[in-house]
């Protein structure tokens, strides 16, 4: 399916413009919240109106303010799961499930709600009311509801921002097993990157109503480029870098410089490196693309300690509060046996080369 997107839409802090030709089937929009993201999903619904622009999806023009035409919300084959999932209250499980069959000939109503509630693992809730129900089965009955009419495409706004480790764990494999049976587009917005992460091929990364960075989720994970689109893929360590030419460039804040294999693209500002990433080094002789550090403070977790370390190079203009160096479980016993490292050592292929901008 073609998604072509070309509108804005003017909001009280800033424009929402919205730039996106696709014919992705899993998409996901990552984003802080306040970014743009559920506007984006309500404009193509048409829950939102932009102010100029055009949306069409497969060929089917649902708005284009130069025609002055705007498809209603019910007329665009879309459903549409709402964080609180928006069950009515007084109606049944089955009557919520029917309800998402209007359009549908009142002769094959009963026998697709059986069918959805058979899908869903419902059988038994039927005559049960929203109030009733865990928040699973809250949504497994929303998602029902949401495909018993078939729609082409299907939106997921935060669908598991509100619930706890265990029930999100549970549902998401839910919902990962519901996509496999799901031939039409799915566009899911979160502020979670491990959700978008395992649900989406393809990614929109949005910031004050701008999308930053766009394209496969492995490879916007892999290299962000822009700085706000990596400390949404959840990178904790950044330095200002100025680029000393095509391979050597001066970490400001780590005191260090660097050399690459690969060239540093023009135009980088800043170094990100995740807090997983660094080698320990024991060494006494310094190791090339690495810095001293001494500890500032540690929290040690259930599966992993995490260290709190100031860089200690020699050149550096000015250090950054600290730096982040995350350390699973299984590596405790050389740390034990050895202390804190003298040098943590940067792998060229985790280096992130940022931008301040997408601009």
């Not at 962000?224 to 804040?253: E, F």
Request: net charge negative.
């Amino acid at each position: 399916m073609h998604l072509l997107l070309d509108f804005t839409k003017h909001l009280q802090e800033y424009d929402l413009t919205v730039r996106v030709d696709t014919s992705a089937s899993r998409i996901g929009i990552l984003g802080a919240s306040g970014c743009g993201k559920s506007m984006t999903l309500k404009s193509i619904a048409g829950i939102v109106r932009p102010d100029a622009g055009k949306i069409c999806v497969d060929g089917d023009v649902f708005f284009d303010s130069g025609k002055k035409l705007c498809v209603r919300p019910q007329k665009r084959n879309v459903g549409y799961l709402f964080q609180n999932y928006a069950l009515f209250p007084t109606m049944t499980v089955e009557e919520n499930v029917l309800a998402g069959l209007e359009n549908v000939p009142k002769k094959e109503r009963r026998e697709r709600c059986a069918a959805m509630i058979a899908r869903f693992h419902l059988a038994g809730l039927e005559k049960r009311y929203p109030g009733e129900l865990s928040g699973g089965q809250q949504q497994r009955v929303a998602l029902a509801r949401l495909l018993a009419g078939a729609p082409k495409m299907i939106f997921l706004d935060e669908p598991f921002s509100a619930m706890d480790a265990y029930l999100k764990d549970q549902l998401q494999e839910q919902l990962f097993e519901m996509l496999q049976q799901y031939d039409g587009t799915m566009i899911l917005v979160s502020h979670n990157r491990d959700e978008i992460y395992r649900f989406c091929e393809d990614l929109l990364v949005m910031d004050r109503g701008r999308i930053i960075r766009e394209g496969k989720t492995k490879d916007v994970f892999a290299n962000p480029k822009v700085k706000q689109a990596s400390i949404l893929t959840g990178c904790k360590n950044y330095t200002d870098l100025v680029r000393i030419d095509a391979h050597h460039a001066h970490l400001v804040d780590y005191g260090v410089d660097i050399e690459t294999k690969g060239e540093i693209p023009e135009g980088t500002t800043c170094l990100g490196y995740r807090a997983h990433d660094f080698i320990p080094v024991w060494e006494a002789e310094e190791p090339v693309n690495a810095f001293p550090v001494r500890e500032k403070s540690r929290a040690a977790l259930p599966f992993e300690e995490n260290f709190y370390l100031v860089p200690q190079g020699d050149h550096r203009e000015h250090n950054p509060e600290h730096i982040c160096w995350f350390v699973q479980r299984s590596e405790y016993p050389e740390l034990e046996t050895k202390g804190l490292p003298r040098y943590l050592q940067m792998a060229e292929e985790k280096m992130l080369f940022l931008t301040d901008s997408a601009d």
